[in-house]
């Protein structure tokens, strides 16, 4: 599609939007490619991978895709890479000019941004990791683990709307997803993960500097970028944490589900909150719903061979040897301890770093700081 041709159906869509019909255009997907659409009201949202075989094999294809892109480079350098590419960068819609011809100015010059960026094969964006928390997630991280092949099922099957996915605190939810990001390939052409509270990360994707313009710009992006031949991932991270953020969001959040779903896009919330998730899921009928490969929570617990690979990345960022601790019985004291077992990774750090265990803090005398653990191992 030539960028003139791209750049006259985003105005079409755009004027159908400022009429109010836009609402009605429905689309053939394709996973990884353009959309085709077809006249309003004559066909539902179709998916490209209808039955179980079909979806088998995507899941097989996305949790391929993740291997091999992981393999590329230092997850560093991939999150740093992922961060810069975020076209639309300069763009910046404000309250006071916000007129019909400015917003409608702004959605064409941000949906033509995106689309140039896809074309050129910068498919993957990261918002709102800070560059401190890059630096400190390291380069060394645990791959399939069970929250990250849950993520890549989730991106690898073609929906639209809004799906919910869960697991416990501490789990390390955070990199999985951006491990599992490459699976989003499979089933479409632009994955991006927002890192942050729901409001802020909406006003900075769309590149609104007031949380009153989400919606309305929203409403207009969705389907241009769906005419532009763009198809959407959006990953919620750390953005809908309780139910005082979901609720205090929950009309606007209707709104652009509904666009989404119209549009073909698919937003994906992660929650550490079982009920949340449930609450998200059901929010707004056939539009949304908790993630059909979501299990039971203790079931995103690592297993013992993954804690013992990131127990050796732990020890050798504190340059400890893994004599020093003894890895069985450090393994043993700090697995979860109920009927289910299994080990969290920040449970395990708390408990190398501070003598935590996971059931509860371990106390000092009160006239006595507390120790690092591995320094008290070593007094010993």
């Known amino acids: 599609m030539s960028r003139p041709r791209s750049r006259a159906m985003v105005a079409l869509v755009l004027t159908l939007t400022a009429t109010s019909?836009?609402?009605?255009?429905?689309?053939?997907?394709?996973?990884?490619?353009?959309?085709?659409?077809?006249p309003a009201g004559r066909s539902h949202v179709r998916y490209a991978f209808p039955g179980g075989e079909s979806i088998a094999a995507a899941i097989a294809t996305g949790f391929a895709a993740v291997e091999n892109f992981n393999k590329v480079g230092q997850f560093a350098d991939l999150i740093q890479k992922w961060s810069s590419v975020m076209p639309g960068a300069e763009l910046k819609l404000e309250v006071d000019k916000s007129t019909d011809d400015n917003v409608l100015k702004h959605v064409e010059k941000l949906c033509e941004e995106i689309a140039l960026a896809v074309d050129n094969n910068k498919t993957i964006s990261v918002l709102g990791i800070s560059s401190q928390r890059q630096a400190n997630m390291g380069t060394r991280v645990v791959d399939d683990t069970p929250f990250q092949k849950l993520m890549t099922k989730v991106l690898a099957v073609n929906r639209?709307?809004?799906?919910?996915?869960?697991?416990?605190?501490?789990?390390?939810?955070?990199?999985?997803?951006?491990?599992?990001?490459?699976?989003?390939?499979?089933?479409?052409?632009?994955?991006?993960?927002?890192?942050?509270?729901?409001?802020?990360?909406?006003?900075?994707?769309?590149?609104?500097?007031?949380?009153?313009?989400?919606?309305?710009?929203?409403?207009?992006?969705?389907?241009?970028?769906?005419?532009a031949g763009v198809s959407m991932n959006m990953i919620f991270d750390n953005g809908v944490e309780d139910?005082?953020?979901?609720?205090?969001?929950?009309?606007?959040?209707?709104?652009?589900?509904?666009?989404?779903?119209?549009?073909?896009?698919?937003?994906?919330?992660?929650?550490?909150?079982?009920?949340?998730?449930?609450?998200?899921?059901?929010?707004?009928?056939?539009?949304?719903?908790?993630?059909a490969e979501q299990e039971t929570p203790e079931k995103y617990r690592w297993a013992k061979e993954q804690a013992r690979e990131y127990l050796g990345y732990l020890l050798e960022a504190r340059n400890i040897p893994?004599?020093?601790?003894?890895?069985?019985?450090?393994?043993?004291?700090?697995?979860?301890p109920d009927v289910y077992g299994g080990w969290k990774p920040i449970a395990m750090s708390n408990y190398l770093d501070f003598n935590e265990t996971p059931e509860v803090l371990c106390t000092t005398s009160p006239t006595q700081n507390r120790a690092v653990w591995v320094r008290q191992l070593q007094q010993d």
């Open 322 to 336: 893994p004599e020093a601790v003894g890895v069985e019985k450090f393994l043993s004291s700090c697995s979860i």
């Open 243 to 291: 139910d005082e953020d979901f609720h205090k969001s929950r009309t606007e959040w209707i709104l652009l589900l509904k666009a989404a779903y119209e549009s073909g896009h698919h937003l994906i919330v992660v929650t550490q909150s079982e009920a949340l998730a449930m609450k998200i899921g059901s929010v707004n009928g056939e539009r949304s719903r908790v993630s």
């Open 21 to 38: 019909h836009f609402f009605n255009l429905r689309c053939f997907v394709r996973p990884g490619a353009r959309y085709t659409t077809h």
């Open 160 to 227: 639209s709307g809004c799906t919910a996915v869960h697991a416990e605190p501490g789990m390390g939810k955070s990199i999985a997803s951006l491990r599992a990001l490459p699976a989003g390939r499979v089933s479409k052409n632009y994955t991006v993960l927002l890192d942050g509270p729901f409001r802020a990360e909406m006003m900075r994707f769309f590149r609104v500097s007031s949380f009153e313009l989400v919606v309305s710009v929203a409403r207009m992006v969705f389907p241009a970028l769906t005419q």
